[in-house]
C-alpha cells in the first residue's frame, strides 16, 4: 500500500503548554488533527471550567490554519476539586473530563492525588454525571521499581475503582504495559485506553543503550519489547477501545539534556506519520483509520470527522531541532527519516 485516505484524526492526550511554548508548538498538532483533548498540567494547573475555556481561547488565538481544530480541554482532578465543578464540566461541551495524576507521578503532578481512597465521592459525582476521567496510572510510593509502577496502580487502585464504580467513563492514558492492555480488554464497563506513538515504536533499549537517550524518556517510561509488543497488537486489532493519544509532551532542549533531564517527547510535529509506520510495521495500515480517526470520537461521544487527510509513502525527514520558545525542542526520531507523509486530501 502506497497511499491511504483517512478521516482527519484525533489526538486525546496532547500537552501544548502556554504563552510563547504554547505559540510555537500548537500549529503542529492543529495541521494534522481535527479535535486534541488538552492536559491540564499548567503550572499553577487548570482545575476550573473557566480557566480551561481562557485557556482554549489563547490556544485558538494563535492559530490560522485551513481546517477547523477543536481543542477540548480536560481539568486537573485535585483533591479539593467541588462537586459542583463536575456538574460544569457536564454542561460545557468544550470541557470534556478530569486527568488524575497521583501526586509526583510526572512533570508538573505536584498538585495531584496523594489519598486515591479518598477520592470516592468524587468518583461518584463524576459517574453520576458520566463525565470521563483520564488516568496517569502509575503508582509513586518510592520503594516500587519504576518499571512496575503502571501494572501496580492498576491491581492496586484502578482495577478495584472500576468495580466500586461500574458506570464510571475511563480512559487509562498512554499505557506502556501488556498488563494495561489486559485491564481494558477485560473491562466490561465504559473503559478506554490511549496509546502513544512513541510507546509503539520504541522499547526501552532505546532510552539505555549505548549510552542514555534523554529525548526518549518519558513517564510512563518506556518498557521491555515484549510490553511494546502487546501494544502494537492492542493498536492494530480494531479494538474499539484502544485510540489514539499521542502525550506529546515538549520541554526545552536544556532541560532534557541535563544531570536530572524532565520526562517527555515530543511527537506531535509528525504523529500521523510515526504511527503509520508503526501500524505499516505489523502489515496493520488498514487498521489506522479507526485508532486514529474513530474509537476515540465514539468512546467520547463526539461525532467522527468528516474531513479526509492522506498518506502517502513519501519519505520525511524529521528535523534535528525546532524552535521553542526561547530555545529548541528535539523532536522525536529527530534527524530520521520516516516512509510516510501527510497531506491534505485533494
Ligand atoms: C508529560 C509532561 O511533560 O507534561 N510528560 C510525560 O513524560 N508524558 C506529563 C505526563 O503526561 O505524564
Ligand atoms: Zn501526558
Redesign the pocket.
Same mark, same amino acid.
Given at each position: 500500500m502506497d497511499h491511504l485516505s483517512l478521516s482527519r484524526p484525533d489526538d486525546w492526550?496532547v @500537552?501544548l503548554r502556554d504563552g510563547d511554548a504554547m505559540a510555537a508548538i500548537v500549529g503542529a498538532t492543529a495541521r494534522q488533527f481535527g479535535r486534541a483533548l488538552v492536559?491540564p498540567?499548567l503550572q499553577p494547573p487548570i482545575t476550573r471550567v473557566q480557566e480551561a475555556l481562557s485557556y482554549r481561547a489563547r490556544i485558538l488565538a494563535g492559530l490560522n490554519q485551513e481546517h477547523p481544530f477543536n481543542p477540548l480541554m480536560a481539568l486537573y482532578l485535585t483533591e479539593g476539586t467541588p462537586k459542583e465543578e463536575i456538574a460544569r464540566v457536564a454542561e460545557t461541551p468544550e470541557v470534556i473530563g478530569f486527568k488524575l495524576?497521583p501526586q509526583g507521578?510526572?512533570?508538573?503532578?505536584e498538585a495531584g492525588i496523594r489519598s486515591l481512597e479518598a477520592l470516592d465521592p468524587l468518583l461518584e459525582a463524576l459517574a453520576h454525571y458520566q463525565v470521563p476521567l483520564m488516568v @496517569?496510572g502509575e503508582v509513586t510510593d518510592s520503594d516500587i521499581d519504576i518499571f512496575d509502577r503502571e501494572a501496580l496502580f492498576i491491581e492496586r487502585y484502578l482495577e478495584p475503582m472500576s468495580q466500586r464504580f461500574r458506570s464510571l467513563r475511563i480512559v487509562l492514558?498512554?499505557i506502556s504495559t501488556r498488563e494495561g492492555v489486559e485491564f481494558v480488554e477485560r473491562a466490561t464497563g465504559p473503559i478506554a485506553g490511549t496509546l502513544t506513538a512513541h510507546h509503539l515504536l520504541l522499547n526501552r533499549n532505546a532510552m539505555l543503550v549505548g549510552g542514555i537517550q534523554p529525548h526518549h524518556?518519558?513517564?510512563?517510561v518506556l518498557k521491555r519489547e515484549t510490553h511494546r509488543q502487546a501494544l502494537l497488537a492492542a493498536a492494530t486489532k480494531g479494538h474499539p477501545r484502544f485510540f489514539l493519544g499521542t502525550?506529546s509532551?515538549?520541554?526545552l532542549r536544556s532541560h532534557k539534556e541535563s544531570s536530572c533531564g524532565?520526562?517527555?517527547?515530543y511527537t506531535a510535529h509528525h504523529a500521523i506519520e510515526l504511527y503509520a509506520t508503526a501500524f505499516d510495521q505489523v502489515g496493520a495500515l488498514d487498521q489506522l483509520e479507526g485508532f486514529a480517526s474513530h474509537h476515540g470520537a465514539d468512546f467520547y461521544g463526539l461525532p467522527r470527522n468528516t474531513e479526509t487527510i492522506r498518506l502517502q509513502r513519501v519519505p520525511t525527514e524529521i528535523p534535528d531541532a525546532l524552535p521553542f520558545g526561547e530555545e529548541t525542542v528535539i523532536p522525536f526520531m529527530a534527524g530520521q527519516t520516516l516512509p510516510w507523509t501527510m497531506t491534505e486530501a485533494e
Open positions: 492526550h @500537552h492536559m498540567n495524576y507521578a510526572t512533570t508538573h503532578s @496517569h492514558e498512554h524518556y518519558c513517564l510512563p502525550d509532551a515538549p520541554h524532565c520526562a517527555g517527547c
